[in-house]
Nanobody, 127 residues
Framework: QVQLVESGGGLVQAGGSLRLSCAAS????????MGWFRQAPGKEREFVAA????????YYAESVRGRFTISRDNVKNTVSLQMNSLKPEDTAVYYC????????????????????WGQGTQVTVSS
């Protein structure tokens, strides 16, 4: 099965930027939709951003629209999340996920539709 590994998390001050990356091993992400989700302490996991295999469909949570950008490199088999203008409320564990069934054309905002998940990477934004 496909294994996903996130990297790029860390500690930044409010207003700063981070770029998260997700790399696949044990397989490729061909035709998979990809998404980023996050879970803050004491809260449910929530949708952040998603992109289809083709790159022609993408969606962002209202809370991050205009600040975060999702992209993918299908040759390198990676997906990234560029996070700008970070706020303390962005503090969370960020997870990369892959949708093998619907991802060619579709970018799902529903975490139940994703099949593979990474272990997460911590993002902490200080005041």
């Amino acid at each position: 099965q496909v294994q996903l590994v996130e990297s790029g998390g860390g500690l930044v001050q409010a207003g700063g930027s981070l770029r998260l990356s997700c790399a696949a091993s044990g397989g490729t992400l061909s035709n998979y939709g990809m998404g980023w989700f996050r879970q803050a302490p004491g809260k449910e996991r929530e949708f952040v951003a998603a992109i289809s295999w083709s790159g022609g469909r993408f969606y962002y949570a209202e809370s991050v629209r205009g600040r975060f950008t999702i992209s993918r490199d299908n040759v390198k088999n990676t997906v990234s999340l560029q996070m700008n203008s970070l706020k303390p409320e962005d503090t969370a564990v960020y997870y990369c996920a892959a949708d093998q069934s619907r991802g060619y054309y579709y970018a799902s905002v529903n975490q139940d539709e994703y099949d593979y998940w990474g272990q997460g990477t911590q993002v902490t934004v200080s005041s």
